[in-house]
């Protein structure tokens, strides 16, 4: 009897039910009116006065070891839980989650659209897949204009005329759209990603991203043009980083200009970032053609206005000294991960 009990202690205390249904299957295998118990009972009955005293003891044991096992299974299945979910140890440390952080590129297009804002600027938005009229056509780029060529363009169809597709080289495209669909003043700018078709290396990508800004209304000049860049400068890279402006040519503005800032990385002393010249460019910008704003049915004997643009790429690059254009878009964790204290 004592070796039955042993192995039927053992059969209990390793017993594991996948399911509801084997818990029922071992209550009456066991506990069951014509099961092991009882059976034992029944046996018990028929042994010596000296064999009561002993396996009197042993059986109500076994008895009770088979009654606990089923309730507190049968408790772990009513509740819905799986029995080897009752063997989570709670008190075990967690495992701690990795937080992501913010893509470099998002960090700058952030702190640009900020110091934009506290100006009072808006953010627009447009399609990446543009046709010529918003991209070239409308930016008085004329037709067969070799300044088209300026800007290596992605064409999704082209005719060679008004009614090429292609993907948006600036998000000059966007100011278009706005000036079209509504009433100036206008005070706004543009983020968002464009593409030329130019070989991928350290200082060239298929595709950038810009910021470009839009500001039209009555006695708009150019000195308001670069108050409003010299403050946006001084707010990105700090009191005291000197702008300048070279003459340029868009189709779209007249006069055009480039501005440098002093290089953010020896001041202006001289370095391999800045060629030792201690200027860097960042953005290309001007007072909005009157052509343009005739192309989008604004009057240009009221209304004046400045534009510019910037890449995005070029301005992280000048903040986080980073000299490999292909890093941005190449998501070596290694890379990104620099950047983790800066999430906003
Ligand atoms: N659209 C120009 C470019 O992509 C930038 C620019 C915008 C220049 C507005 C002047 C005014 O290069």
């Not at 075990?92 to 913010?102: D, I, K, W």
């Not at 470009?212 to 980083?241: C, M, P, R, W």
Request: glycine share 8%.
């Amino acid at each position: 009897m004592q070796e039955q009990i042993d192995q039927y202690t053992g059969e209990i205390n390793a017993f594991s039910p996948a399911s509801a249904a084997d818990l029922e299957t071992f209550r009456i295998k066991f506990l069951g009116t014509k099961g092991i118990i009882k059976d034992l009972f029944d046996q018990f009955k028929s042994v010596g006065p000296e064999e009561k005293r002993t396996y009197g003891k042993v059986l109500n044991q076994f008895k009770q070891l088979a009654e606990t096992k089923y309730a507190e299974l049968k408790e772990t299945f009513d509740s819905g839980l799986k029995p080897q979910d009752s063997e989570l140890d709670l008190t075990l440390p967690g495992e701690g989650f990795e937080v992501g952080s913010r893509h470099p590129l998002s960090l700058t297009r952030m702190e640009i659209i900020d110091i934009f804002k506290r100006l009072g600027f808006v953010v627009a938005e447009g399609p990446e897949i543009e046709d010529d009229w918003h991209n070239f056509s409308a930016l008085n780029f004329p037709e067969e204009h070799p300044a088209r060529d300026m800007q290596d363009t992605f064409f999704i169809k082209k005719n060679n005329g008004k009614d090429d597709i292609a993907l948006r080289t600036h998000t000059s495209s966007v100011q278009v759209r706005m000036m079209e669909n509504g009433k100036p003043p206008f005070r706004a700018i543009m983020p968002g990603r464009v593409y030329r078709n130019e070989a991928i290396s350290a200082r060239a990508h298929c595709f950038f991203h810009q910021v470009e800004g839009l500001y039209i209304d009555e006695n708009v000049s150019f000195a308001d043009l670069k108050q409003t860049l010299y403050h946006f400068v001084q707010e990105l890279y700090g009191e005291g980083t000197k702008v300048r402006f070279r003459p340029s040519y868009f189709p779209f503005t007249e006069p055009s200009a480039e501005m440098d800032i002093s290089c953010t990385i020896c001041g202006g002393s001289g370095c391999n970032m800045c060629k030792y010249t201690g200027w860097v460019e960042i953005l290309g910008c001007g007072l909005v053609d009157p052509n343009v704003l005739e192309n989008c049915n604004i009057d240009s004997k009221k209304y004046t206005g400045f534009a510019f643009g910037m890449g995005i790429e070029r301005i992280t690059n000048l903040k986080y000294v980073i000299r490999d254009l292909r890093l941005f878009s190449e998501n070596d964790v290694r890379f990104l991960k620099q950047f983790q204290t800066e999430i906003i």
